[in-house]
Every structure is written in C-alpha cells, then in structure tokens.
C-alpha cells in the first residue's frame, strides 16, 4: 500500500533563513511518481513539481529545490532565502503507476510560517 | 482558457438536505477525480474518473455519488447530507491519470448544520 508521511507538522522560521520540508513515501512499486503542492491561505493548490522514480536527479528552479533520494524513500523539499509569501502549506503526494488504481496519496502537509 | 472551475465557492446544508458540487475543465482531460480536505489532514479522494461513461471509488466514497456523461463535467452528489461531511471539496483534472499532474479547482467550502 503506498502512504506518505509528512512528519513536520509546522515550521516557523525568519525570513531569509533557508528551509527543508521533508517527505517520506512508501509504495511497492519501481515506478511510481512524486508531487509537491503548494497550498497558500487562500486556499488554491499549486503545483510545483512532478518527479518520476527512474529520475532521481535533484531539481532547481530559483530558490526551490527538490532531493530525490531512492535509498532512503525520501522527496525533500528546500526553500532557500526564505520569503513571506512562501507561508503556506506544503502537500508531497504520491502515485503508483504499475497498478492500476488511480489514485494520488497526501501526507497530511507542513505548515511553514514565515516570519518577517 | 477557465482552467478548473467549481460552484458554488460556499454552500450551508442541513442534515438530511442533498446537493450538487459541479465541477467543469476546458482542457480536455480525461482524468477527474473529487477530493475532500480536513483540517490537519491531506485531501483524500472521495471518486474518480477516468473518461467519459467512467467512474470509481476513492478511499472515501460513503454518502457521495458521482457521474461523468460528458468529458468537461464532473459533479458531485451528497446524497443526504450529515455533518462529518462538512469540509472543503476540491475538484482536480490531470490528462490520462493520477501519475499526471493534477490541476485544481478553487474548492467548495461546506458546511452541514
């Protein structure tokens, strides 16, 4: 069964100080893929990153980046320079692609404050 | 190009009432699928549908019916609504699956009295 687990239920750190939003997933499958959504207190999910199992190079896109890590079942999300408008809460979701249930998991999310 | 929408925005119910969330996509996907969202938990799938004519359950499909007659729609039916169904109901449309990504609507604040 695939399950993902978001362990760090809030984070509160000063602006400009970099951040890491961890993400551990399960799944029997060697292939499946990995989300990241971005939910702001206005309530709209935006996403940010799809990630498949055979790609397990890390992603950069401007102070965002992505750790993919096989051996240790983990997608790690990083905000470096942190910024208010980065207070939201982040979802890492995940979905199997070798069964055929189509259905995408949610860990339960981190909140991360952004103080000025 | 509207995206994902989704009426009403807010909606109060009392017990026992039933209504109809709609959900509607311009982008010709063919993948649908209705989540709900509790606070401190993530979204969990309440039905899908992959194409026209197809529907399945999610992990939390009791009290909910859905149908899918058109590509563009998607609605949402609470059958008699109780107050454990009060949440935030998202709607999300991706091309072929859920290994795509998903795009959302702006949700659907319920609340059952």
């Known amino acids: 069964a695939q399950k993902v687990t978001q362990a760090q239920t809030e984070i509160s750190v000063v602006e400009k100080e970099d951040v890491t939003l961890d993400c551990v997933y399960e799944?029997?499958?060697?292939?499946?893929?990995l989300f990241w959504y971005k939910q702001p207190p206005s309530g709209e999910l935006v996403f940010l990153i799809r990630?498949?199992?055979?790609d397990e190079q890390n992603e950069i896109s401007g102070r965002y980046s992505w750790n993919f890590q096989k051996s240790t079942s983990s997608f790690n999300f990083t905000i470096t320079a942190s910024q208010v408008v980065d207070s939201a809460v982040y979802f890492c979701?995940?979905?199997?692609?070798?069964?055929?249930?189509?259905?995408?998991?949610w860990g339960a999310g981190t909140k991360l404050i952004i103080k000025p | 190009n509207a995206g994902v929408t989704q009426t009403p925005k807010f909606q109060v119910l009392k017990t026992g009432q039933s209504m109809t969330l709609q959900c509607a996509q311009d982008?010709?996907?063919?993948?649908m699928s209705w989540y709900r969202q509790d606070p401190g938990m993530g979204l969990r799938l309440i039905h899908y549908?992959?194409?026209?004519?197809?529907?399945d359950q999610g992990e939390v499909p009791n009290g909910y019916n859905v149908s899918r007659s058109t590509t563009e729609d998607f609605p949402l039916r609470l059958l008699s609504a109780a107050p454990s169904q009060t949440s935030v109901y998202f709607c999300?449309?991706?091309?072929?699956?859920?290994?795509?990504?998903?795009?959302f609507g702006p949700g659907t604040r319920l609340t059952v009295l």
């Open positions: 999300a449309s991706s091309t072929w699956s859920s290994t795509d990504t998903q795009y």
């Open positions: 982008m010709n996907h063919e993948y």
């Open positions: 549908s992959v194409g026209a004519g197809i529907t």
């Open positions: 799944t029997r499958d060697t292939t499946y893929y």
């Open positions: 990630r498949n199992s055979f």
């Open positions: 979701a995940l979905s199997e692609a070798e069964d055929s249930n189509y259905q995408l998991i």
